[in-house]
């Protein structure tokens, strides 16, 4: 019998949200890190992506502007992942550069292109330079409309290719509760590196979700995530049929590996024995 209680009390890392952009991020910073207080949620890796189209520079950087502004009004909780779009901007990696030196973790893309899209390649190459993370909007969509709407959109197949070329990246396949057929993309990654992680954000609550990505994959490359769906993403991890050690190395022991890849530590402090009490 799982104790609810003490699993909401556990540290745990937020790989997968967002803040909003001009008057509205000091709101939305604040209701994060509100709602972690009662989720046991001690740090969000936080992203403001152009979701529908292309964008301009202006937007791009306000967005990544954002982030940073909620970086310095929270930074024991808030930490940030750069958005760009790679191949139709030539100033892609100089944004991210400026966004890491001023103490972002990460990479957030969209479906703006594949991640095997030889236009990503100079992204990626930068991201394995600088041992951060690229989290990357994806799903296996069989829908007309959506497949429509998101040509673009990377799935199980796209990761596992791009590895084989970038084995050294670390690559975060976004949301697996986002929708569509999960078990089939999390299956296209049998082949991919060991470097391809996935979240378990999303609002699919599909019993049974968390356990087969752990035993497709490996519970050291699953990572908790909510993207905005934080106490049904919450849930979903103590609510599956996980050893102490899995549901661990998925609240904050992968997220943990992947800040120690660039010299970096969680922005909260857990003494070992004690990864059940929020620090």
């Known amino acids: 019998m799982v104790d609810i209680a003490a699993e909401l009390k556990r540290p745990k890392i937020d790989a997968h949200c967002h803040v909003r952009a001009g008057r509205e991020e000091e709101l939305s910073s604040q209701r994060l890190v509100e709602a972690g207080e009662m989720l046991g949620i001690t740090e969000y890796w936080c992203s403001r992506p152009i979701t529908a189209r292309y964008g301009s520079l202006e937007e791009i ?16 909780r808030i930490r940030g992942l750069c958005f760009v779009v790679p191949g139709y901007y030539r100033e892609a990696c100089a944004e991210i550069e400026r ?11 969209y479906h703006q292109y594949k991640i095997n899209d030889p236009a990503v390649w100079p992204v990626i190459e930068l991201c394995t330079q600088r041992r951060v993370p690229i989290l990357v ?9 959506t497949k429509a709407e998101q040509p673009r959109l990377s799935h199980g197949a796209d990761f596992a290719e791009v590895s084989q070329r ?27 590196s060991p470097n391809v992680y996935v979240d378990v ?23 908790f995530g909510t993207d905005g769906t934080m106490a049904g993403c919450v849930g979903k991890v103590i609510g599956a049929s996980l050893t102490e050690e899995q549901r661990h190395l998925i609240f904050w022991g992968n997220a943990e590996r992947l800040l120690a890849a660039q010299g970096k530590q969680p922005l909260a402090k857990i003494e070992s024995g004690q990864e059940g009490v929020a620090g």
């Open 201 to 223: 954000s999303g609002s699919n609550l599909d019993d049974g979700q968390v356990e087969f990505a752990v035993a497709e994959l490996g519970a050291q490359r699953v990572l």
């Open 137 to 145: 909007h994806a799903g296996y969509v069989t829908d007309p409309r």
């Open 61 to 76: 950087r306000a967005g990544n502007d954002a982030v940073l502004a909620a970086m310095r009004r929270y930074p024991q």
């Open 166 to 192: 970038f084995p050294e990246t670390m690559f975060i396949m976004a949301h697996i509760g986002g929708g569509g057929d999960w078990e089939w993309t999390l299956r296209a990654l049998r082949d991919s």
């Open 99 to 109: 966004c890491l030196d001023a103490g972002m973790i990460g990479v957030k893309l």
